[in-house]
T-cell receptor, first 111, second 113 residues
C-alpha cells in the first residue's frame, strides 16, 4: 500500500533563504507526482507536476525533482518570500489511478 | 482563468440527514474527482468519475456515498445518511486527461452535528 511521507512537518525560515521540502513514497510504480500549495481554509493549488519519466520541473522560483527508483521528491524554493507561507502537499498518482497525498509541510517565512 | 467552483462553502447538517455537495468542473475537462480532508489529517481520495461512471473509488466511498453528473456542467457528491465522522472539507477536482494536472475547487466544509 502506497505511503507518502513529508518531512519536516513544519518549517520556519527567514525571508530570502532558499529551502528544500522533502517527500518520500514507498511504491515507485507511479504515473506522476504533484506538488500542491494549500492556504488555510482554502483549496489546493497545483504548483508542479512531474511525470514518472521526468527528473525535474521548474516554475519560477520553484524546482521539483523526482527520483522514482529511490521514492523521493524534493521541492526547492529559491529566495523565499512571506507570501510563500502555506502548507505544501506532495501527492503521487498510483498505477491504480488513485492519488495518495502526504500530510504536508507547513511553511512559515519570517519577514 | 477557468476554475472549479464548489457550493456551498459551508454546510451544516444534522446526523442522519442527506447532503448534496455541488461542483462545477472546468468546462472542457473530462475527469472528475472528490477528495476529503478531515481537520488536521491528509487529503484522501474518495472517487474518480469519467464518461458518466465511476472509474475508481476508495474504501471510504461506501454505500452511503454516491456521485452524479446530472447535466453537462455539475458534478455532485451525495452522502445519504451523514455521520459525525463525515465532518470534513470536501474537495472537487477536474482534469482534461487522467494523468494531467488536477485543478481543485476551494472546498465545502461539512459539519455534521
Amino acid at each position: 500500500k502506497q505511503e507518502v511521507t513529508q518531512i519536516p512537518a513544519a518549517l520556519s525560515v527567514p525571508e530570502g533563504e532558499n529551502l528544500v521540502l522533502n517527500c518520500s513514497f514507498t511504491d515507485s510504480a507511479i504515473y506522476n507526482l504533484q506538488w500542491f500549495r494549500q492556504d488555510p481554509g482554502k483549496g489546493l493549488t497545483s504548483l508542479l507536476l512531474i511525470q514518472s519519466s521526468q527528473r525535474e520541473q521548474t516554475s519560477g522560483r520553484l524546482n521539483a525533482s523526482l527520483d522514482k527508483s529511490s521514492g523521493r521528491s524534493t521541492l526547492y524554493i529559491a529566495a523565499s518570500q512571506p507570501g510563500d507561507s502555506a502548507t505544501y502537499l506532495c501527492a503521487v498518482l498510483n498505477r491504480d489511478d488513485k492519488i495518495i497525498f502526504g500530510k504536508g509541510t507547513r511553511l512559515h517565512i519570517l519577514p | 482563468e477557468p476554475e472549479v467552483t464548489q457550493t456551498p462553502s459551508h454546510q451544516v447538517t444534522q446526523m442522519g440527514q442527506e447532503v448534496i455537495l455541488r461542483c462545477v468542473p472546468i468546462s472542457n475537462h473530462l475527469y472528475f474527482y472528490w477528495y476529503r480532508q478531515i481537520l488536521g489529517q491528509k487529503v484522501e481520495f474518495l472517487v474518480s468519475f469519467y464518461n458518466n461512471e465511476i472509474s475508481e473509488k476508495s474504501e471510504i466511498f461506501d454505500d452511503q456515498f454516491s456521485v452524479e453528473r446530472p447535466d453537462g456542467s455539475n458534478f455532485t457528491l451525495k452522502i445519504r445518511s451523514t455521520k459525525l465522522e463525515d465532518s470534513a472539507m470536501y474537495f472537487c477536482a477536474s482534469t482534461i486527461s487522467a494523468k494531467n494536472i488536477q485543478y481543485f475547487g476551494a472546498g465545502t466544509r461539512l459539519s455534521v452535528l
